[in-house]
Nanobody, 133 residues
Framework: QVELVETGGGLVPAGGSLRLSCASS????????VAWFRQLPGEEQEFVSP?????????????YYSDSVEGRFTISRGNGQNAIYRQMNNLGPEDTGVYYC?????????????????????WGQGTQVTVDS
């Protein structure tokens, strides 16, 4: 089970940007698929986006984004392969919440499974993002 640590949260004015990081405290994330979730105040945890690693090595990593963040958020892998980044631009008060990253080394036959919380075995403690209106 991978242990993850999220950093980079904080207070930002509406329209601002933040870059979150997700790093492994133990095993490398090189052969892991990683996803970002968030929990907005009073709501259940929401899936934001996965970065899917393909075991065949010939296929570029696949990323998806929920409608609520499409065009504003991006997910990418660090050059050292042991960190995943979430770049968040044009933030609004509706983005205020706790952001979590999760990882799995399992390879699923369908990308559908990467949208499910129970597909991930390693989780971080979360980092708070607050957008001031």
């Amino acid at each position: 089970q991978v242990e993850l640590v999220e950093t980079g949260g904080g207070l930002v004015p509406a329209g601002g940007s933040l870059r979150l990081s997700c790093a492994s405290s133990g095993d490398t994330l090189t052969k892991s698929s990683v996803a970002w979730f968030r929990q907005l105040p009073g709501e259940e945890q929401e899936f934001v986006s996965p970065l899917i690693w393909h075991a065949d090595g010939a296929t570029s990593e696949t990323t998806y984004y929920s409608d609520s963040v499409e065009g504003r958020f991006t997910i990418s892998r660090g050059n050292g392969q042991n960190a995943i980044y979430r770049q968040m631009n044009n933030l609004g008060p509706e983005d205020t919440g706790v952001y979590y990253c999760a990882a799995t080394t399992r390879v699923y036959m369908s990308d559908y499974f990467y949208w499910r919380k129970d597909s991930y075995s390693g989780w971080g403690q979360g980092t708070q993002v607050t957008v001031d209106s």
